[in-house]
């Protein structure tokens, strides 16, 4: 998948999916990270179950002496807000998704919508590893719990433990490949966020537990 395509996604429009009931009892906020162009907003866009909300606007030559694009010249639009997509879970639960904006500019946005979030996917494109740097840092400096999926952009394939180097992974942080224009491949990515997060918080509670226990 080149940068022309990681805004578009193979999968059925929104529009033909089925409505999602009005109601929950609980909702779960999930935020999707990563550099510029890796794909964030076509990852929210082929897993929500309503018609996400977008905050694209057109790139314009204006943006060439701020924006680094020398790797997405075929990129035509951009986040400058953030993107809102919504998935179910169960009857009682459903996950609020929202997309980060990826520029540097934008950076200051997203201290505001980490808070409340469960957990977070940071998207890496693996040909700009240095992307993803900021984001990781700003989840640690929070606390958040997050996986990494590598977005298929169809580079040179990289090992695992190479990518964990390069981003300085701690073990414990789930690192897997992906590909935002397929909701399968999204669907897995929230799946294994999900239970990453509950793997943690269990590890927590039996660990305060055992300190009470003492």
Excluded at 20 to 26: E, I, K, Q, V
Excluded at 111 to 118: N, P, Q, S
Excluded at 183 to 196: D, F, M, N, P, Y
Aim: glycine share 8%; proline share 5%.
């Amino acid at each position: 998948m080149d940068s022309a395509t990681s805004e578009t996604t193979s999968d059925p429009s929104p529009d033909s999916r089925t409505p999602l009931g009005t109601s929950a009892d609980n909702g779960l906020k999930i935020v999707v990270v990563g550099g510029f162009g890796v794909g964030k907003t076509t990852l929210i866009r082929s897993v929500s179950e309503i018609r996400p909300l977008s905050t694209e606007e057109t790139m314009t030559r204006a943006g060439e002496g701020v924006d680094d694009i020398s790797e997405v010249r075929d990129k035509k639009a951009t986040t400058v807000a953030f993107d809102f997509g919504r998935i179910t879970l169960d009857s009682r639960n459903v996950l609020y998704l929202f997309g980060a904006p990826g520029q540097e500019r934008f950076w200051f946005l997203w201290d505001r919508l980490f808070a409340g979030t469960l957990g977070a996917v940071v998207l890496v494109d693996t040909r700009r590893i240095d992307d993803s740097w900021y984001a990781i840092d700003r989840l640690e400096t929070h606390g958040t719990p997050f996986v990494v999926a590598c977005n298929d952009f169809g580079g040179p394939a990289h090992a695992p433990q190479q990518i964990r180097e390069a981003l300085d992974l701690d073990p414990h942080v789930p690192l897997f490949d992906c590909d935002a224009r397929s909701r399968a491949s999204g669907k897995q990515v929230l799946i294994t966020l999900v239970e990453h997060v509950r793997s943690r918080y269990a590890g927590q509670v039996a660990a305060t537990r055992e300190e009470f226990a003492l």
